[in-house]
T-cell receptor
Framework: SQQGEEDPQALSIQEGENATMNCSYK?????LQWYRQNSGRGLVHLIL?????REKHSGRLRVTLDTSKKSSSLLITASRAADTASYFCATDGNSNSGYALNFGKGTSLLVTP | NAGVTQTPKFQVLKTGQSMTLQCAQD?????MSWYRQDPGMGLRLIHY???????DQGEVPNGYNVSRSTTEDFPLRLLSAAPSQTSVYFC?????????????FGAGSRLTVL
């Protein structure tokens, strides 16, 4: 069953603005990851945050994790047209093997010049 | 370094036909997996493997078979294709045992079953 659920489903902003996407999940996790998918391509790993971390940065990306609310957010600052893509959160919760990742349905981000 | 290579990129089948989607990785990753991606459904795990000779079912395994005879290859077999299997299939791999399963994805295989 799908663990993560992204919100909003779609987001449209202008270049230079910040984009914030949220992810909620159902069971306890060891870590949470965010991936990006450009149209017609495979997913690419962006950032991982462990359950004992609250915030993590990578370039223009900022991820937060609130395990008490079972939620995470991905902030992309100073967005560019090249950031146009779908963004997915993935969690390792509810996994018997400890390896299987559960993905949400994604947020589709459109950045217009 | 090719990463994860999937073939074919596109395939059209008739109901009842069989085929194999190929997946190969050259990163010596122990963990390999297959996902399907459908509109509005996100990615769903079909089968996965934590090493040669070891496979297990994911969320939606029915209608699919896998085997892992080598570390590099993880083919996905459709024995009798159905229209419900029309989807985009992704193979992904990772180093196991690192405490976090960070996946490297292939480019995908788009399958249409008529």
């Amino acid at each position: 069953s799908q663990q993560g659920e992204e919100d909003p489903q779609a987001l449209s902003i202008q270049e230079g603005e910040n984009a914030t996407m949220n992810c909620s999940y159902k069971t306890s996790i060891n870590n949470l990851q965010w991936y990006r998918q450009n149209s017609g391509r495979g997913l690419v790993h962006l950032i991982l945050i462990r359950s004992n971390e609250r915030e993590k940065h990578s370039g223009r990306l900022r991820v937060t994790l609130d395990t008490s609310k079972k939620s995470s957010s991905l902030l992309i600052t100073a967005s560019r047209a090249a950031d146009t893509a779908s963004y997915f959160c993935a969690t390792d919760g509810n996994s018997n093997s400890g390896y299987a990742l559960n993905f949400g349905k994604g947020t589709s981000l459109l950045v217009t010049p | 370094n090719a990463g994860v290579t999937q073939t074919p990129k596109f395939q059209v089948l008739k109901t009842g036909q069989s085929m194999t989607l190929q997946c190969a990785q050259d990163m010596n990753h122990e963990y390999m997996s297959w996902y399907r991606q459908d509109p509005g459904m996100g990615l769903r795990l079909i089968h996965y493997s934590v090493g040669a000779g070891i496979t297990d079912q994911g969320e939606v395994p029915n209608g699919y078979n896998v085997s892992r005879s080598t570390t590099e290859d993880f083919p996905l077999r459709l024995l009798s294709a159905a229209p419900s299997q029309t989807s985009v299939y992704f193979c992904a791999s990772s180093l196991a045992g690192t405490g976090a399963n960070v996946l490297t994805f292939g480019a995908g295989s788009r399958l249409t079953v008529l």
